[in-house]
């Protein structure tokens, strides 16, 4: 919570306003706070991925968020953001994750990096 208060704030300063990170935001703004130069073609894999909707479970039910962080990262997820696994519906910790996965891996943990 803390970091999240952080990050409105800085925003707000910055901007002269509330942005991506207030509790408001869409998942469009969330996105293209967390990946900046990436943001259009994040916004094209969580499309493909979930329809951009923060709730998405996949059909077998692995896959969850707007990303579809599948649940083998339950501990990392909990781990890297502080926040529990239920957060991974919302779209702010769920982008805050995928920016890490991404990071990491580039676009290679999700199956709809063909879209790009």
């Given at each position: 919570m803390f970091k999240r208060v952080l990050c409105i704030a800085a925003i707000a300063t910055a901007a002269g306003l509330f942005g991506a990170c207030s509790p408001g935001a869409t998942p469009q703004e969330h996105i293209g706070f967390f990946f900046q130069q990436h943001a259009n073609d994040a916004v094209k894999i969580a499309s493909c991925e979930s329809g951009l909707n923060p709730a998405a479970v996949s059909s077998g039910g692995g896959n969850h968020g707007l990303f579809q962080i599948n649940s083998v990262h339950r501990?990392?997820?909990?781990?890297?953001?502080?926040?529990?696994?239920?957060?991974?519906?919302?779209?702010?910790?769920?982008?805050?994750?995928?920016?890490?996965?991404?990071?990491?891996?580039?676009w290679g943990p999700w199956s709809c990096k063909r879209v790009l």
């Amino acid at each position: 919570m803390f970091k999240r208060v952080l990050c409105i704030a800085a925003i707000a300063t910055a901007a002269g306003l509330f942005g991506a990170c207030s509790p408001g935001a869409t998942p469009q703004e969330h996105i293209g706070f967390f990946f900046q130069q990436h943001a259009n073609d994040a916004v094209k894999i969580a499309s493909c991925e979930s329809g951009l909707n923060p709730a998405a479970v996949s059909s077998g039910g692995g896959n969850h968020g707007l990303f579809q962080i599948n649940s083998v990262h339950r501990a990392a997820f909990e781990r890297r953001t502080g926040a529990s696994w239920s957060k991974v519906y919302d779209p702010y910790w769920n982008t805050m994750y995928a920016r890490m996965l991404f990071d990491a891996q580039g676009w290679g943990p999700w199956s709809c990096k063909r879209v790009l």
